[in-house]
């Protein structure tokens, strides 16, 4: 299976904002639950946020009210836009089709990516 592509990430001072994109290929894309996760090295990859197929969203509490991820169908893109970006939330950001197994888990169904790099200054 081919990885979606991630891109968009760099480094950027606190408080500013960056927006990712995650294009796939090779897939009926509209059919598929989206994720972002993240991972900052010796720890494990965490979910960031969701989009269903039907454009539902759900977010971690961690970034509730400062990203937003959106879709467009005809582009095969999920992108997440993020401002008040703070030191934390620097790791690489990966994202991955998905399908619920759990009240709150996710299983991807992809190969996982090279991700994009995210760094916040302080």
């Known amino acids: 299976q081919v990885p979606l592509v991630e891109s968009g990430g760099g480094l950027v001072q606190s408080g500013g904002s960056l927006t990712l994109s995650c294009a796939a290929s090779g897939m009926i894309f509209n059919i598929y639950n989206v994720a972002w996760y993240r991972q900052v090295p010796g720890n494990q990859r965490e979910l960031v946020a969701t989009i269903t197929s039907g454009r539902r969203t759900d977010y971690a509490d961690f970034v509730k009210g400062r990203f937003t991820i959106s879709r467009d169908n005809a582009e095969k893109t999920v992108y997440l836009q993020m401002n008040s970006l703070k030191p934390e939330d620097t790791a690489v950001y990966y994202c991955?089709?998905?399908?619920?197994?759990?009240?709150?888990?996710?299983?991807?169904?992809?190969?996982w990516g090279q991700g994009t790099q995210v760094t916040v200054s302080s």
């Open positions: 991955n089709v998905v399908r619920r197994a759990g009240s709150s888990d996710y299983v991807p169904l992809r190969s």
